[in-house]
């Protein structure tokens, strides 16, 4: 068995990290000397610090390793490369929207103002974080195809944000959505509302939110605001469309 100092300089990481890991679990010493409180590691101990430092070196988190055991290695890689894949969609979103609004620079979004008679969306319910609404399209999706559903157009409503946490339906006007399983429904009030096509897909929405908000010849009315997809049939892309009420 070794120190802790020469664990720490044998396994490539510090004293301090060696502790740290300790104190949350994720190793103990196989011997601590009763007098002097001197820590000391066995070939086991150092085994699974060479294996939490790799997991480390890839971004896996502490909690993570503690939840599955530093043992999982091909499992937690496996869930890390996922998050990264995703990571790389997110960033890729992101320089798409900086390029789009370098592009743009100053010119003016195309808006136009529209009076609703007010309807009724009806479909799946997300109340927890924004990463929850693709599963809810995807069940939404799913039901319009196995119930042969002609549908040009669905809705993405949002009832309600606080902090991380976000309120909203994913569906169709009542009308065409009463064959589906799908029972949550809101009503979008009559009322002005400010249009806008959504540029580069889904990512592009928060930017287009925030070039309605920053327009200063409108007033914004107290309603729900709400996404378009219009998708006719044959159509291979969604028209994406925000739709903000407005005095």
Not at 18 to 33: M, R, S
Not at 35 to 44: I, L, M, N, V
Not at 75 to 96: F, H, P, V
Request: hydrophobic residues 40%; charged residues 25%; aromatic residues 6%.
């Amino acid at each position: 068995m070794l120190s802790i100092g020469k664990t720490a300089k044998l396994v490539g990481i510090t004293v301090k990290t060696i502790k740290h890991y300790e104190d949350v679990g994720l190793i103990q010493p196989a011997y601590v000397n009763p007098d002097s409180g001197y820590r000391f590691y066995s070939q086991h101990e150092q085994q699974q610090l060479v294996r939490i430092r790799t997991l480390r070196s890839f971004g896996v988190s502490l909690a993570d390793i503690l939840r599955e055991g530093d043992d999982q290695m091909a499992s937690l890689l496996r869930k890390r490369r996922q998050q990264i894949e995703l990571e790389i969609q997110e960033l890729q979103g992101t320089m798409e929207a900086i390029e789009r609004k370098l592009t743009k620079g100053d010119k003016q979004m195309e808006t136009r103002i529209v009076v609703s008679g007010g309807f009724t969306v009806k479909g799946y319910q997300v109340i927890g974080p924004v990463a929850d609404i693709p599963a809810k399209w995807d069940i939404l999706n799913e039901d319009i195809k196995q119930h042969e559903v002609v549908a040009e157009e669905s809705f993405g409503v949002c009832l309600k944000m606080e902090g991380d946490t976000i309120h909203y339906i994913a569906g169709l006007k009542s009308e065409l959505a009463d064959g589906l399983p799908g029972s949550d429904e809101v009503v979008i009030p009559a009322g002005r509302f400010i249009v806008a096509t959504v540029e580069g897909g889904i990512p592009g929405i928060p930017a287009t939110y925030d070039a309605i908000i920053q327009m200063e010849d409108i007033q914004l009315r107290d309603c729900y605001d709400f996404e378009r997809y219009v998708h006719p049939v044959g159509a291979t892309e969604d028209v994406i469309e925000i739709w903000m009420p407005i005095e």
